[in-house]
């Protein structure tokens, strides 16, 4: 059995800074790609950042040049860094992971951007 376990996320005003974790453990077996997603309260979920095994990264336009996804294969944990935060970025974050055997999702963490 496969679990994610996120941490990170709160409150923030705008213009700071979270980073959100996401740490897999059980019988995983060829992780290809780690990611996160976003869904805000209304709105559909929609992807924020991937990242491949073999470090290759793609970010939503929305996040480009303000987030940064890394990941730490030894650890089998993905890591969101995220600055300049906007209200817009207020969501619950997901992370997950895509593996030869299926993908795998996070319990989900709130990232509040207010002031």
């Known amino acids: 059995q496969v679990r994610l376990v996120q941490s990170g996320g709160g409150l923030v005003q705008p213009g700071g800074s979270l980073r959100l974790s996401c740490a897999a453990s059980?019988?995983?077996?060829?992780?290809?790609?780690m990611g996160w997603y976003r869904q805000a309260p209304g709105k559909q979920r929609e992807l924020v950042a991937t990242?491949?095994?073999?470090?290759?990264?793609y970010y939503a336009d929305s996040v480009k040049g303000r987030f940064t996804i890394s990941r730490d294969n030894a650890k089998n944990t993905v890591y969101l860094q995220m600055n300049s935060l906007k209200p817009e970025d207020t969501a619950v974050y997901y992370c997950t992971i895509a593996t030869v055997s299926g993908s795998y999702w996070g319990q989900g963490t709130q990232v509040t951007v207010s002031s």
């Open positions: 059980g019988s995983i077996r060829s992780i290809y790609a």
């Open positions: 990242i491949t095994n073999g470090g290759s990264t």
